[in-house]
């Protein structure tokens, strides 16, 4: 059953200076108690994705300006506030990047995991810091009762993140939006803090949309991934499935530029280039100036998202979901191997010039 | 929009390099900062009306004696107090002096108090600034202390201590005030040195062996000029109202020299408040005007130089 | 917390410290010294008995140690005596500072309350045309220098209203009126709005200008976003998790706030006639009296010093992040 659709979602950034094109018509679905990742670099559309189906964008300068969200088949654009803030917290609820800046500073723990408790169910209080307690020993955090009262300086980055996760499942919701659930975390404990999401939603059959720039923590926890580039996604199939083949140049330099246990480090493989800053309107395909497959027609088109296997019928959700790519040459398997195209015509390597060059120092000079 | 371009349109052949720099993907040329904040600042309108009414009070500061009317201390014998009319456009002063006039060369006194305070309080607390923030240690610790104890007194009272016994020309009241507004400055400049000198390009700049005076003026302070310059706008406007204030106390420059402050204390004769309005409003009038330029023009460089400040200390 | 204080004190000594010694200087180097004060004009003392008087009063001691007794002497709350007159400046300046503090205080008040209020509304609707006419109200505050305000609100508020209608709307001046009819209370406070509004306007641009920008930043900081993904109503967020955030570094501006509100009263003071330490302070400087200008100096500076220590432990009294380490 279909829990949450996002169709042809388009959302623009109005600023002073110009039009930010941060998504640019995205389509996926979600089952429930599904587990989706959402992948590329920062600045590529996923938050603002998370934003705009809990419709959280920052007014008034995110808009979202096409498309349709529709949880267990209602549409939610156009709702009244009343009605989207009863959504909020109980059927979608979201987890942050930054614990500490996530948390409000100058309230008790303990009063912000009550107060969405307080503001969606008829309990006491003192019913609502029971099940807070009870909510700190969910996430592994043991002496719930003496917590309540301290501030989230006072609690250490992991323990902080923690308690995000209880303030987001303390209402059971539908789905749950980590958006970098760990990116600010010392990486000793990103880990647990992915077993713990994945453990709890399991358990509860919440569904998990996970927004990461980590393919290795989309390959730790969800079923499916979906990878977006310059707000577009570009290709999307059941986890296995994209890491055993994958077909889009982007999804294959990604893969090639996180460092495996199981490779030589001389295999990492940055991607050159940065991706499009969103200011101009999208015209061919968005991946066309840092890509080595492409095709003269790759300027002019955008591609868009097709079955993989033309003829087999598409399945949208669950581990059986169809292997979507948009691309007008996708890489044959030997080609994802060597991470370059293989075919006559295309360049053998990279300039070795440009290679030498660290991708970070050309951006900190250029800025 | 043919915003993307296009170097090559076949599959790419071995000379091409695959990488283009995505800088390329704009076929206008990137902004720099001061462009951008420049195209900010012309959009403010309300900044730019105030940019043109200065630059036409500096001008008339200028030309006072060409384009006056009459000297302003000149007296004319047939009017004597007398309402704005057609040889005295906004009318002449007890004395017979004409009050246009007067303002004309006024906007001198003004202007070149604001300018020359300004610049010797820069001079002191870049100085002073830099060398606390660059320095640190004990230099930082003992300018500290005397920038927070110059701060605790209200400058008003040291300066009203001090023109008694310096006199009251409007040089001297010009570097006194200046000689008193140095720590906002120190402060800010200190503040940007501490953060900017352990940044990367500080560290890169010592790191192929420039010297301290080098790296301060070339790699530190240009990146202090945008909040210096909305001090530096913020600071004339102040100092130019300390110095009209003085004078409407009594303390600064009085008649027969021509100031705005000087001729704004004849609203504290009854006489005049009540019966000759004419003669206080308009120094009035400029005073507030050329004050309230100054400060939108210091609001609007500020938004312009940094769009996210919001002037919050925390 | 108690460390956060400690460190404060720490601070504020060596500025207090700072403060009397520019003071002692300035009253040293300028001329005129408590002889000339005592000894009248014309009359007929020998050179000898200035030498002995000036051996009884300590004069003749190394600057040093002059400075030394001098400070025992303020601490104990002697601030020497007045060139012109000889009174004791002590007593002088306490006579006045409770009318001082009638009018600051009555200046901050209105301040406080108008500027943070319309500093949040101004906030809530950015780019609204309330905002835009906040912004105009702040910078006029900031430009509009005092005496301008003061002379202005005299001639439109008292003079015209006077001069057009004959209605004494508001007295242009002084703090109570001898043939007053009315209770003595209600006629000092008459007399006390005109100087204490046009006190009160610089100040309330300068909260409101902070309460602004504070509100504006905390808006959009990530803790917003989280309490409104819990599906919060939007004034539970406001005002549980914006305002009460943005609204604690507000207090310290208290503190800031005093120097500019102490230079406001002195013009605010002369102008009204209010009889504070202002308008002693200007009475002072037309008689060259250096030894008066600089008590006023003394107390105001270590009112403001004191002022910000205050300010700064009330802020860490309400800000948990200060108040538990």
């Given at each position: 059953m279909t829990l949450l659709s996002v169709r042809d979602l388009v959302v623009r950034f109005q600023t002073h200076e110009a039009t930010i094109h941060a998504v640019n018509g995205v389509s996926f679905e979600m089952a429930a108690g599904e587990t989706l990742g959402l992948v590329c670099e920062s600045g590529c559309g996923k938050s603002v994705t998370s934003l705009a189906i809990t419709q959280l964008l920052p007014a008034p300068a995110g808009r979202i300006e096409g498309g349709e969200i529709l949880l267990n088949g209602r549409s939610l654009l156009g709702l009244p506030e009343a009605e989207m803030r009863s959504i909020r917290g109980t059927e979608i609820a979201m987890v942050f990047q930054d614990p500490l800046t996530s948390l409000n500073p100058v309230m008790t723990i303990g009063n912000q995991l009550t107060e969405g408790i307080l503001a969606h169910q008829d309990v006491t209080p003192a019913q609502a810091r029971e099940r807070a307690v009870e909510l700190l020993g969910m996430v592994g955090i043991a002496d719930g009762q003496k917590r309540l009262g301290t501030y989230p300086h006072q609690l250490s980055g992991g323990m902080r993140q923690r308690v995000m996760i209880a303030i987001a499942l303390s209402l059971k919701p539908k789905l749950l939006i980590a958006d970098e659930p760990t990116t600010a975390l010392d990486v000793t404990i990103q880990a647990q803090m992915i077993d713990l999401i994945k453990e709890l939603t399991a358990q509860a059959g919440t569904a998990a949309l996970l927004i990461t720039h980590d393919l290795g923590v989309v390959a730790d926890m969800t079923q499916r991934t979906a990878v977006m580039y310059a707000g577009y996604i570009v290709e999307t199939a059941a986890t296995p499935e994209l890491y055993a083949r994958p077909r889009h140049p982007y999804t294959i330099g990604l893969l090639n530029s996180i460092a495996r246990i199981d490779r030589e480090p001389a295999a990492l493989r940055p991607i050159e280039g940065s991706p499009p800053d969103g200011t101009h309107a999208p015209e061919g395909c968005p991946f066309a100036p840092r890509c080595a497959w492409r095709l003269p027609t790759c300027w002019r088109e955008n591609p868009l998202l097709a079955a993989d296997d033309p003829v087999a019928p598409v399945i949208t959700t669950g581990p059986a979901a169809s292997h979507l790519v948009a691309c007008h040459n996708p890489a044959t398997p030997d080609e994802v191997s060597a991470g370059r195209p293989l075919r006559q015509g295309f360049v053998a390597a990279p300039n070795p010039a440009l290679a030498a060059l660290n991708p970070a120092l050309a951006v900190a000079s250029a800025g | 929009m043919t915003a993307i371009a296009r170097p090559d349109e076949g599959p790419i052949g071995p000379e091409v390099p695959i990488w283009q720099p995505t800088t390329d993907l704009s076929l206008r040329p990137p902004l720099s900062p001061r462009q951008l904040a420049w195209r900010r600042f012309r959009r403010n309108r309300l900044a730019m009306t105030s940019l043109v009414l200065v630059v036409a009070l500096a001008v008339i500061a200028i030309l006072a004696s060409v384009i006056a009317p009459y000297s302003p201390t000149e007296v004319d014998l047939k009017a004597f107090g007398k309402p704005p009319s057609l040889s005295h456009i906004l009318g002449s002063d007890r004395s017979g002096r004409d009050v246009l006039s007067r303002l004309m060369h006024g906007a001198r006194v003004s202007l070149s108090v604001g300018v020359v305070a300004v610049g010797i309080y820069l001079a002191i607390g870049i100085t002073l600034?830099?060398?606390?923030?660059?320095?640190?240690?004990?230099?930082?610790?003992?300018?500290?202390?005397?920038?927070?104890?110059?701060?605790?007194?209200?400058?008003?009272?040291?300066?009203?201590?001090?023109?008694?016994?310096?006199?009251?020309?409007?040089?001297?009241?010009?570097?006194?005030?200046?000689?008193?507004?140095?720590?906002?400055?120190?402060?800010?400049?200190?503040?940007?040195?501490?953060?900017?000198?352990?940044?990367?390009?500080?560290?890169?700049?010592?790191?192929?062996?420039?010297?301290?005076?080098?790296?301060?003026?070339?790699?530190?302070?240009?990146?202090?000029?945008?909040?210096?310059?909305?001090?530096?706008?913020?600071?004339?406007?102040?100092?130019?109202?300390?110095?009209?204030?003085?004078?409407?106390?009594?303390?600064?420059?009085?008649?027969?020299?021509?100031?705005?402050?000087?001729?704004?204390?004849?609203?504290t004769d009854v006489g005049v408040l009540t019966q000759k309005p004419w003669l206080w409003m308009a120094p009035g009038a400029a005073i507030a005007i050329a004050v309230l330029s100054i400060n939108f023009i210091g609001d609007g460089l500020r938004d312009a130089l940094d769009p996210r400040a919001t002037g919050v200390r925390r | 917390m108690l460390r956060f204080i400690a460190r404060r004190l720490l601070i504020a000594v060596p500025i207090l410290l700072g403060v009397t010694v520019l003071t002692f200087t300035f009253a040293n180097i300028a001329p005129g010294d408590p002889i000339s004060a005592l000894v009248r004009p014309g009359s007929d003392v020998k050179p000898r008995d200035i030498e002995k008087l000036k051996e009884a009063l300590g004069l003749n001691k190394p600057l040093p140690e002059r400075y030394v007794n001098w400070l025992g002497q303020v601490v104990q709350g002697n601030l020497g005596a007045e060139l012109v007159g000889g009174g004791s400046i002590a007593k002088a300046l306490a006579k006045r500072v409770p009318n001082t503090i009638k009018l600051m205080g009555t200046a901050l008040t209105i301040s406080v309350v108008l500027g943070v209020l319309l500093g949040i509304l101004s906030a809530f609707r950015q780019h609204s045309k309330l905002d835009n006419a906040m912004t105009v109200v702040v910078i006029s505050g900031i430009s509009l220098p005092p005496y301008l305000l003061a002379i202005l609100a005299i001639y439109f508020l008292a003079v015209v209203p006077f001069q057009l209608f004959g209605i004494k709307l508001l007295p242009a001046g002084g703090q109570v009126d001898p043939v007053s009819t009315l209770p003595p209370i209600i006629d000092e406070l008459w007399h006390l709005i005109l100087p204490a509004l046009v006190l009160a306007f610089a100040g309330t641009a300068t909260f409101l200008r902070y309460t602004r920008a504070s509100v504006l930043e905390v808006m959009h900081r990530d803790f917003v976003t989280t309490a409104r993904s819990k599906g919060l109503r939007e004034q539970t967020v406001r005002l549980r998790h914006i305002l009460r955030n943005a609204l604690l570094p507000v207090v310290t501006v208290l503190g800031l706030s005093m120097p500019s509100l102490i230079v406001g009263a002195i013009f605010v003071e002369t102008l009204f006639s209010w009889p504070g330490i202002g308008q002693y302070a200007i009475e002072s400087t037309r008689e060259h009296d250096y030894a008066a200008i600089m008590g006023v100096g003394l107390l105001t500076s270590t009112a403001i010093v004191v002022a910000n220590l205050v300010t700064d432990v009330a802020y860490a009294f309400v800000d948990p992040r200060i108040r538990i380490r």
């Amino acid at each position: 059953m279909t829990l949450l659709s996002v169709r042809d979602l388009v959302v623009r950034f109005q600023t002073h200076e110009a039009t930010i094109h941060a998504v640019n018509g995205v389509s996926f679905e979600m089952a429930a108690g599904e587990t989706l990742g959402l992948v590329c670099e920062s600045g590529c559309g996923k938050s603002v994705t998370s934003l705009a189906i809990t419709q959280l964008l920052p007014a008034p300068a995110g808009r979202i300006e096409g498309g349709e969200i529709l949880l267990n088949g209602r549409s939610l654009l156009g709702l009244p506030e009343a009605e989207m803030r009863s959504i909020r917290g109980t059927e979608i609820a979201m987890v942050f990047q930054d614990p500490l800046t996530s948390l409000n500073p100058v309230m008790t723990i303990g009063n912000q995991l009550t107060e969405g408790i307080l503001a969606h169910q008829d309990v006491t209080p003192a019913q609502a810091r029971e099940r807070a307690v009870e909510l700190l020993g969910m996430v592994g955090i043991a002496d719930g009762q003496k917590r309540l009262g301290t501030y989230p300086h006072q609690l250490s980055g992991g323990m902080r993140q923690r308690v995000m996760i209880a303030i987001a499942l303390s209402l059971k919701p539908k789905l749950l939006i980590a958006d970098e659930p760990t990116t600010a975390l010392d990486v000793t404990i990103q880990a647990q803090m992915i077993d713990l999401i994945k453990e709890l939603t399991a358990q509860a059959g919440t569904a998990a949309l996970l927004i990461t720039h980590d393919l290795g923590v989309v390959a730790d926890m969800t079923q499916r991934t979906a990878v977006m580039y310059a707000g577009y996604i570009v290709e999307t199939a059941a986890t296995p499935e994209l890491y055993a083949r994958p077909r889009h140049p982007y999804t294959i330099g990604l893969l090639n530029s996180i460092a495996r246990i199981d490779r030589e480090p001389a295999a990492l493989r940055p991607i050159e280039g940065s991706p499009p800053d969103g200011t101009h309107a999208p015209e061919g395909c968005p991946f066309a100036p840092r890509c080595a497959w492409r095709l003269p027609t790759c300027w002019r088109e955008n591609p868009l998202l097709a079955a993989d296997d033309p003829v087999a019928p598409v399945i949208t959700t669950g581990p059986a979901a169809s292997h979507l790519v948009a691309c007008h040459n996708p890489a044959t398997p030997d080609e994802v191997s060597a991470g370059r195209p293989l075919r006559q015509g295309f360049v053998a390597a990279p300039n070795p010039a440009l290679a030498a060059l660290n991708p970070a120092l050309a951006v900190a000079s250029a800025g | 929009m043919t915003a993307i371009a296009r170097p090559d349109e076949g599959p790419i052949g071995p000379e091409v390099p695959i990488w283009q720099p995505t800088t390329d993907l704009s076929l206008r040329p990137p902004l720099s900062p001061r462009q951008l904040a420049w195209r900010r600042f012309r959009r403010n309108r309300l900044a730019m009306t105030s940019l043109v009414l200065v630059v036409a009070l500096a001008v008339i500061a200028i030309l006072a004696s060409v384009i006056a009317p009459y000297s302003p201390t000149e007296v004319d014998l047939k009017a004597f107090g007398k309402p704005p009319s057609l040889s005295h456009i906004l009318g002449s002063d007890r004395s017979g002096r004409d009050v246009l006039s007067r303002l004309m060369h006024g906007a001198r006194v003004s202007l070149s108090v604001g300018v020359v305070a300004v610049g010797i309080y820069l001079a002191i607390g870049i100085t002073l600034g830099s060398l606390a923030g660059y320095r640190r240690g004990w230099t930082d610790a003992i300018i500290g202390r005397v920038t927070d104890t110059v701060m605790a007194i209200p400058a008003l009272l040291i300066i009203l201590a001090v023109i008694p016994l310096i006199g009251r020309s409007p040089l001297n009241i010009m570097i006194v005030i200046g000689l008193l507004n140095w720590p906002a400055v120190t402060r800010l400049v200190r503040g940007e040195f501490l953060s900017l000198r352990e940044r990367e390009f500080t560290l890169a700049a010592r790191g192929i062996g420039a010297r301290d005076r080098r790296i301060i003026l070339r790699h530190i302070l240009p990146n202090v000029t945008g909040p210096l310059v909305v001090l530096a706008s913020f600071g004339m406007a102040e100092a130019m109202i300390i110095e009209a204030g003085l004078s409407v106390l009594g303390l600064g420059i009085q008649p027969p020299d021509a100031s705005w402050g000087g001729d704004l204390q004849a609203a504290t004769d009854v006489g005049v408040l009540t019966q000759k309005p004419w003669l206080w409003m308009a120094p009035g009038a400029a005073i507030a005007i050329a004050v309230l330029s100054i400060n939108f023009i210091g609001d609007g460089l500020r938004d312009a130089l940094d769009p996210r400040a919001t002037g919050v200390r925390r | 917390m108690l460390r956060f204080i400690a460190r404060r004190l720490l601070i504020a000594v060596p500025i207090l410290l700072g403060v009397t010694v520019l003071t002692f200087t300035f009253a040293n180097i300028a001329p005129g010294d408590p002889i000339s004060a005592l000894v009248r004009p014309g009359s007929d003392v020998k050179p000898r008995d200035i030498e002995k008087l000036k051996e009884a009063l300590g004069l003749n001691k190394p600057l040093p140690e002059r400075y030394v007794n001098w400070l025992g002497q303020v601490v104990q709350g002697n601030l020497g005596a007045e060139l012109v007159g000889g009174g004791s400046i002590a007593k002088a300046l306490a006579k006045r500072v409770p009318n001082t503090i009638k009018l600051m205080g009555t200046a901050l008040t209105i301040s406080v309350v108008l500027g943070v209020l319309l500093g949040i509304l101004s906030a809530f609707r950015q780019h609204s045309k309330l905002d835009n006419a906040m912004t105009v109200v702040v910078i006029s505050g900031i430009s509009l220098p005092p005496y301008l305000l003061a002379i202005l609100a005299i001639y439109f508020l008292a003079v015209v209203p006077f001069q057009l209608f004959g209605i004494k709307l508001l007295p242009a001046g002084g703090q109570v009126d001898p043939v007053s009819t009315l209770p003595p209370i209600i006629d000092e406070l008459w007399h006390l709005i005109l100087p204490a509004l046009v006190l009160a306007f610089a100040g309330t641009a300068t909260f409101l200008r902070y309460t602004r920008a504070s509100v504006l930043e905390v808006m959009h900081r990530d803790f917003v976003t989280t309490a409104r993904s819990k599906g919060l109503r939007e004034q539970t967020v406001r005002l549980r998790h914006i305002l009460r955030n943005a609204l604690l570094p507000v207090v310290t501006v208290l503190g800031l706030s005093m120097p500019s509100l102490i230079v406001g009263a002195i013009f605010v003071e002369t102008l009204f006639s209010w009889p504070g330490i202002g308008q002693y302070a200007i009475e002072s400087t037309r008689e060259h009296d250096y030894a008066a200008i600089m008590g006023v100096g003394l107390l105001t500076s270590t009112a403001i010093v004191v002022a910000n220590l205050v300010t700064d432990v009330a802020y860490a009294f309400v800000d948990p992040r200060i108040r538990i380490r």
